[in-house]
């Protein structure tokens, strides 16, 4: 397994050694958020790198957002974008150590190809664990492989082999489809994804 720790992880950022960092909200999440009608949810975005989401849903009136990330230097860049940001509502942990938390929506962008392939079930459970009853997994997955990936992420997938993770939790497939609306270079390389946990 590649020790993917939060000094590598600091390292990337601040020599902005993220490609997948597209420096704004992703238009499949933007247009996701724009459905939403209740602004109480309680929402987890872990390894949120930059958070463009979240401060996307701060500034559009949502208050419950929480942003787990390994790594400091993201949140520093999260909080210097977005003062009003609440301070405890930023995680420097690992996602896999949170505990006692619950959420109503967690959302996926990019971090699931930044984790070792290795952790991908526990990665599922993990999301089962923390979603609270009918809460909701949304966000993208890649759908397609990159070159040099065995040495650092991002880490591509393909469908079938998130099916087989999914169905060792009890989570609920209420989508898993191609995206219709990724940027452009992405299009035709991202599944959205939303699944339920049923009570």
Known sequence: MLQLSDQYWNNRYLTNDFGWDIGEISTPLKTYFESLTNKNLRILIPGAGNAYEAEWLIKNGFKNIYVCDYASEPLKNLKS???????????QVNFFELMNLSFDLIVEQTFFCAIDRT???????????LLAPNGSLVGLLFNTNFANEDAQPPFGGHKHEYL?????????????EPCYNSIPPRSNRELFIHLIKLV
């Open 164 to 176: 087989t993770c999914i169905q060792e939790t009890k989570l609920i497939i209420h989508k898993l």
């Open 119 to 129: 952790l991908r079930p526990t990665y599922f459970k993990k999301i089962e664990e």
């Open 81 to 91: 974008r977005c003062c009003e940001f609440p301070a405890n509502q930023l995680l």
